[in-house]
């Protein structure tokens, strides 16, 4: 594909230019910084500017193979036919002269690249067309490398600013990646690209190129992937061999042992190499020396050349440089928290690993950091090194988490532990690959039955067995067993936070909101007391906390949530957790409206749950882009995602089978089949009902009110108001209430209550309800403010297509300039305020606001601010 590079990330640095280009006499900048970082490209658009605007414009590129040439960059740029003198000063002047004739009367913008190569000619000769303001000067250099006298005084003696550009920051380096491919990447390609370029531009589009190329960058499901390593036998190779070809062996061999090993002690790395051999990496800029408290760490200098080392160091000499690293820390006391996963993963690359506790806990420290190909690495290791039922379970659990349970079952095929914790934990991780990737449910129940009976560590078993009911669709049983663990105050950690992922949803799906919150709460404050032995359980509360509050119509606080969740989740690298919080973020814009944002989000969410759905989201995932393509207007997307959805129905996780059903009757809806749409929302209402998911059966019996049958399903909404708690089942009862007896004035304070919520398509659809009610009952001006009310909604919905909403779009009574004088009129602000605004006349404000209260049927500032729902903002 072609890949187009945008300037991004430098609009101060373009200001400073454009400044430049306005005042021909303001002297002219020079851009300083390392190699890579965008000198080149930002003097470039200076030009393509200033041409633009109507200069004469050259440009020089400085080689170190001109460098010992006289004029030699420039020569391109002077007249074939004129010979210059050999007096300097003479030839000087003349070289100025002929260059400035060549503007023609116009400025002239000289841009000069890598000016620090410039031979002294050059240089002096640019010197010269600055000073005596023959053309101003947009030249570059590397920060570090050695320059021309004259090249220097530019910025010296004040004749050009020197600015020091510095690399970009994280978001300019991901706005760039996804404007260079031309669609959206994922949140773990994304921070990992920008991590190991470091905001260099140069190393950006290399790596970028170089991926395309192997095919480690592609998309699925149009987000930008990137996997397996990413700097491994790219064009970035060529780049960081070229500064390693600068250094002897013994700086070569330093930097290798900092490649695997950062941050390494600076002490163990003298004892390795010297300490010649460390000062020869710094001061060739590959090693950089910081202090850590009391410690002096060594680093590499950029983190691109430890990923490239990596990925091309040959095998024999990279488990070389692996053992010299393990026997150099293992010999110490291994006191800090990673030493133990670090010396366990050398002794693994080193093909050395022979002691099984020690390949235990390194992996149990790579799963605390969501590593799952380094665990299995080590849990294996920990297995041929005869480790123990212990290691096979470590194995089995990495393996289910990886989504490989067919494999976890088989590694399991052998004689458990004989009794106490580990037994239990075996059977919860055996259990659970049984259910979710063998779909063995009596089985996976037995074995859980059965380990609940022991005496030691049962809890763990029970706990995983309310997990499997709440997934099964049990909702009543998942309580009463989750509760069995929950109700013991000295119940162990892992079971605890098992149980409280069971009960959350289950409580909330059941409407008893506070109750759910307060287990939330329990099981977060555990889980974050043990974040090394629990890694994925602030995750999975979160997630089931975010789903309860979404549910009870609670939108700001689950957008928070999903927001926190996610950015944690690109930080750790976990892509299976991204793309839950991606789902999830999907979930909370669509219900609030955003149809495009919550497609982009659960498209990620597809792409990187597309190789790792332990617990089968994607199926959910891809029914809820259905319906999200389908209240876009996009019928035939709708029904692509719904046919993959529907290819997954036998799977695992019957707890999402209302969901997926309710999704189906939007995709109906969408190809106009609305008979349809309302039968399908009301199978999806009684298969909830069913299942005891009664916040769910509200909002699908609320979703058959929209569809156009309310009057069947307002008196269960009703009920299910007095059993539900929180406002949403109340407002929902409401709604349906108020569009059977098509009442105006009653979807109008639904429509406002909706927007209160953050559910915006809901409050557009009841304000277009209410329009459409007081226009049949003669009321046109109150007909005229609702429909005001639901066009401004409907713009923030991002082109969601409803029943609701009615054939077209609702469009505003109101002109422009009225809409703009009405919204300031009901701020409370005066004629006169407003003309001066607007520089209109006070007269014609009037004029405009007389047609105003003349279409919307109100007579004064206070009538036209309640009816458009404005505060006054004075």
């Not at 921070?191 to 140069?202: A, D, F, H, S, Y």
Request: proline share 4%; aromatic share 4%.
């Amino acid at each position: 594909m072609d890949v187009t590079w945008p300037l991004v990330g430098r609009r101060s640095e373009l200001e400073v230019l454009s400044a430049v280009l306005e005042d021909a006499d303001g002297g002219g900048v020079v851009l300083a910084g390392g190699a890579g970082i965008g000198k080149t490209r930002l003097a470039r658009e200076a030009l393509a500017r200033a041409e633009a605007a109507g200069w004469e414009v050259e440009w020089l590129a400085a080689t170190r193979a001109a460098a010992s040439i006289p004029f030699g960059a420039v020569s391109h740029l002077l007249p074939p036919a004129e010979r210059l003198g050999d007096d300097r000063l003479d030839t000087l002047r003349r070289a100025a002269e002929l260059l400035a004739e060549r503007s023609r009367g116009r400025p002239l913008l000289l841009g000069v690249d890598d000016a620090h190569l410039l031979d002294d000619a050059s240089a002096a000769l640019v010197h010269q067309l600055a000073f005596r303001g023959l053309a101003v000067v947009v030249a570059t250099v590397r920060t570090g490398e050695p320059a021309p006298d004259p090249v220097i005084a530019l910025w010296k003696d004040g004749l050009a600013r020197r600015l020091d550009l510095s690399e970009l920051p994280p978001s300019a380096t991901a706005e760039l990646l996804e404007r260079a491919l031309g669609g959206p990447v994922d949140g773990v390609t994304r921070k990992e690209v920008g991590r190991i370029t470091g905001g260099n531009p140069l190393y950006l589009r290399e790596l970028v190129l170089g991926g395309l190329e192997s095919g480690a960058l592609h998309q699925v499901d149009k987000v930008w992937r990137w996997r397996g390593k990413l700097a491994g036998a790219t064009r970035l190779a060529e780049l960081v061999q070229a500064r390693l070809g600068t250094l002897d062996e013994e700086a070569r061999d330093a930097v290798e042992l900092v490649a695997w090993g950062e941050p390494l002690g600076v002490g163990v790395l003298e004892r390795l190499v010297g300490k010649d051999a460390v000062q020869a990496a710094e001061d060739g800029g590959l090693l950089v020396l910081e202090r850590s408290g009391r410690r002096v760490l060594a680093r590499l200098a950029h983190p691109l050349y430890g990923e490239v080392l990596r990925a091309v160091l040959p095998l024999s000499r990279a488990r070389a440089v692996a053992e010299r690293l393990a026997a150099a820390l293992g010999a110490g006391a291994l006191r800090r928290r990673d030493d133990l996963l670090r010396v366990g993963a050398w002794q693994l690359e080193a093909g050395v690993a022979s002691n099984p506790n020690l390949l235990l806990e390194a992996a149990r420290q790579a799963v605390a950091r969501f590593d799952h190909e380094l665990t299995e690495r080590l849990a294996r290791a920990a297995v041929d090194a005869g480790g123990g039922p212990t290691a096979v379970r470590v194995l089995a659990e990495t393996l289910e988490w990886q989504g490989r349970h067919a494999e976890a079952v088989a590694v399991m095929d052998g004689e458990p532990p004989a009794q106490g914790a580990e037994r239990a934990r075996w059977a919860s991780i055996q259990a659970g690959n049984l259910y979710w990737g063998l779909e063995r449910t009596a089985e996976a129940e037995e074995v859980l039955q059965q380990a609940a009976l022991a005496e030691e560590g049962g809890e763990e078993a029970v706990a995983m067995l309310a997990w499997i009911l709440l997934f099964d669709g049990r909702l009543l049983e998942a309580v009463a067993v989750a509760g069995r663990v929950l109700d013991r105050p000295q119940a162990p950690a892992q079971a605890l936070v098992w149980a409280a992922t069971a009960a959350v949803p289950a409580l909330g799906s059941l409407g008893r909101l506070s109750e759910a919150l307060a287990v939330a709460d329990r099981g977060l404050a555990e889980a974050g007391a043990h974040p090394q032995d629990l890694p994925w359980g602030e995750t999975q509360l979160n997630l089931v906390r975010c789903q309860v509050l979404l549910g009870a119509g609670r939108l700001a606080e689950a957008s928070a949530i999903a927001e926190a969740g996610y950015q944690a989740a690109v930080a750790d690298g976990s892509s299976e957790r991204t793309g839950g919080w991606a789902g999830f973020r999907g979930l909370v814009a669509k219900a609030e409206g955003r149809v495009a944002t919550a497609e982009a989000w659960l498209r990620e969410a597809v792409a990187l749950l597309d190789e790792q759905d332990p617990y089968r989201f994607m199926r959910w995932c891809l029914a809820e882009l259905a319906s999200v393509a389908a209240l876009a207007g996009d019928q035939e997307a709708a029904a692509s995602w719904l046919d993959r959805a529907d290819a997954r129905a036998g799977e695992a996780n019957r707890y999402f089978d209302p969901w997926v059903e309710l999704d189906k009757a939007w995709v109906a809806a969408a190809a106009g089949e609305l008979t349809r749409a309302i039968d399908l929302a009301t199978q999806a209402a009684d298969m909830a009902r069913a299942s005891k998911q009664y916040t769910l059966e509200a909002a699908a019996l609320h979703d058959v009110a929209r569809l156009g049958a309310p009057a069947g399903v307002r008196r269960r909404l009703e009920e299910l108001a007095g059993l539900l708690e929180g406002r949403l089942a109340a407002l929902l009862a409401s709604s349906a209430v108020a569009l059977a007896a098509d009442d105006g004035a009653a979807l109008d304070r639904v429509g406002a209550a909706f927007q209160d919520l953050g559910a915006l398509l809901l409050a557009a659809e009841a304000k277009a309800a209410a329009a459409r009610a007081h226009r049949a009952a003669g009321r046109e001006g109150s007909a005229n403010a609702s429909q005001e009310r639901a066009a401004a909604l409907a713009t923030t919905c991002q082109g969601a297509r409803t029943p609701g909403l009615g054939p077209a779009m609702p469009l505003s009574v109101l002109t422009p300039r009225e809409r703009e004088v009405a919204m300031l009129a009901a701020a409370q602000a005066s004629s006169r305020e407003i003309a001066t605004r607007l520089q209109l006349s006070v007269r014609t404000v009037d004029n405009h606001l007389g047609r105003v209260y003349a279409k919307l049927g109100v007579s004064s500032r206070a009538q036209l601010a309640t009816l458009l729902e404005v505060r006054a903002s004075r």
